[in-house]
């Protein structure tokens, strides 16, 4: 028998979280036929051995909601072995949306995920309204990703209540009804879910905090009912969790009364080193009780890239700086690099109210330098007071020379959650937890600050195989968290399990050379705007719906993928083997 794609001798880590084998795998029409002792040929053939074979990654929080309008290619994540993901975290998006709330949502978007106004003026096409305008938009496109869409909150809430929504005014009983409506309509119409943000840290790109940071919990829990009025669909929150078991238990009361499955984004925070432990334990007792609550988590520290190329660096704020700062990079880095301008520089103090600026930037034993090979576990001895120190000189001076490294485009790195005591034992605590979920990667957004979009490749490189500052964690494992519990968690049934019915998502992965490279920029969005963008070695293959979209970590050109508007369920092979 010919099959259209044959993957021999690779050791296969079929996503159930069992011990992996050696097999080979048939794919015919986007499906696995079978797995193990293959004698039939195939029209193509990959020869795996001495590779692990993994399903597709499923990537369930992103924001390639303005990303996936004008383009088909969903990177970086799909550089990084993802071949699901799931957009419209946050309650930040662009549907519902009547033209003249056009630049309200993106300011909102440029203010909470970093991109640029000027790229979703030009790139975003607008051809669309209500929420189900927007999934038929997004089902004319192709993509090397198959894309899954959430209802964000913030759209919805300016959509029904248009000033008073953006103003945070408590919405009405006549407000919360429509609310439910139209995410009945949108999960009816192929929504995955519904998204919300409680949080300061959004804000607008005029400083305003986002129009659902003060929803009350008749608003939340209407909507939700909304979604369970559908049959189907997920919810998604964030939250400062100023009071943690006042907001988890609002969280178990909005699971209850719509049975409708819920995550949150969970993290250590400098201010509160152990406050995740409480709200894990909130969550874990839920789940425990059969309610279908999770945390979604991050396998690394969620920090800020800086430098001069890049949205911030420890100069922004000084006068000095800010004289150069419109200058094109390269005059800039001219300027930098004359001894005037450095004296002048670093004679300089920051001019700001803005305390991330003022404090975090100057804050020189908790930057990094990033640098060949990527480390995201760095020591002590890697900060820049200690590189300052060994040096002889002060920590702006080695910040200056450090991000002038490499034509300009050194980088530094600042964590700001999960690197309380710097070290990853937090994260790793939390995903070995069965109550939470990877997540929070961010994907397609944070162009010019942040480059989560590598958190699957960091999972394998750093927990499967380099971390020697604690324990490890076994491949299985993180292969059926990223691929088949995070497809269990929105309804996609149908992958992140590699047997004979599910669909052919699938990844060959040079293990033993996976390398993760530096952040680099890239001025390929619409407007000539820039994005991060960090690739990887060792992915032979990635393969989605039976196609190769990537080989060797470069874009073959295919793109089977497409809009997802409903829970998917395996084939007929897959249930019976069932």
């Not at 999770?294 to 890239?305: C, D, I, K, M, S």
């Amino acid at each position: 028998m010919t099959h259209d794609l044959v993957i021999r001798g690779g050791t296969i880590i079929d996503g159930s979280g069992n011990p992996g084998f050696e097999g080979d795998i048939a794919v015919s029409n986007g499906m696995i036929m079978e797995v193990g002792r293959i004698p039939g040929r195939g029209i193509e053939e990959i020869d795996a051995r001495g590779q692990i074979v993994t399903p597709g990654f499923v990537d369930i929080h992103t924001h390639y909601d303005g990303q996936a309008t004008w383009t088909g290619a969903i990177s970086p994540s799909t550089l990084h072995g993802v071949t699901s993901v799931v957009m419209g975290n946050c309650g930040v998006g662009f549907a519902p949306c009547r033209p003249e709330d056009h630049d309200r949502l993106i300011r909102l978007m440029e203010g909470v995920e970093d991109i640029p106004f000027p790229v979703l003026a030009e790139g975003l096409p607008w051809n669309w309204e209500s929420f189900p305008d927007y999934l038929d938009s997004l089902s004319a496109s192709e993509f090397d990703a198959d894309i899954c869409a959430q209802l964000p909150h913030a759209a919805l809430r300016v959509f029904v209540m248009g000033e008073r929504g953006a103003n945070r005014d408590p919405a009405t009983p006549d407000d919360i009804q429509r609310m439910r409506a139209l995410a009945t309509e949108a999960i009816r119409a192929g929504a995955i879910g519904f998204s919300t943000s409680r949080t300061l840290n959004h804000r607008t790109s005029d400083g305003q905090p986002t129009p659902t940071l003060t929803a009350g919990e008749d608003e939340l829990t209407g909507i939700a009912l909304g979604v369970a009025d559908a049959g189907r669909g997920v919810l998604q929150f964030v939250s400062d969790f100023d009071d943690p078991e006042k907001e988890a238990a609002m969280l178990r009361r909005i699971v209850e009364a719509s049975g409708r499955p819920l995550s949150v984004s969970l993290a250590q925070a400098d201010v509160a080193p152990d406050g995740w432990r409480r709200l894990l334990g909130a969550i874990e007792a839920a789940a425990d009780e059969g309610l279908p609550m999770r945390a979604q988590v991050a396998p690394r520290p969620v920090g800020v890239l800086l430098g001069f190329e890049l949205t911030l660096n420890p100069f922004s704020a000084h006068p000095v700086y800010r004289d150069i700062s419109h200058l094109p990079f390269e005059d800039r880095i001219a300027r930098l690099r004359t001894e005037d301008f450095r004296k002048r520089l670093l004679a300089d103090a920051p001019d700001t109210d803005n305390p991330f600026l003022k404090v975090m930037l100057r804050s020189f034993g908790k930057i990094f330098q990033l640098d060949a090979p990527v480390n995201y576990e760095p020591t002590a001895d890697c900060t820049l007071e200690a590189i300052a120190a060994r040096r002889g000189v002060s920590p702006e001076e080695a910040a200056l020379d450090l991000m002038l490294e490499r034509d300009g485009r050194g980088m530094l790195y600042l964590p700001f959650l999960n690197y309380a005591s710097g070290s990853l034992d937090p994260s790793h605590d939390m995903m070995l937890s069965p109550a939470t979920l990877p997540g929070l990667s961010d994907g397609g957004a944070h162009v010019g600050m942040i480059c989560d979009g590598s958190f699957t490749t960091t999972m394998l490189t750093h927990w499967v195989r380099d971390r020697t500052r604690g324990p490890r964690i076994p491949v299985e494992h993180i292969v059926q968290r990223q691929a088949r519990a995070t497809a269990e968690w929105i309804g996609l049934h149908d992958r992140g399990l590699i047997a004979p019915g599910y669909r052919a998502d699938l990844n060959v992965i040079d293990l033993a050379n996976l390398t993760l490279h530096l952040p680099e920029v890239a001025y390929d969005l619409p407007a000539g705007g820039r994005r991060l963008m960090q690739k990887a070695s060792g992915y032979t293959a990635t393969i989605l719906k039976g196609q190769i979209t990537h080989r060797d970590g470069d874009p073959t050109g295919a793109r089977p993928g497409r809009l997802v508007r409903a829970p998917q369920h395996p084939g007929l092979s897959a249930m019976a083997a069932e």
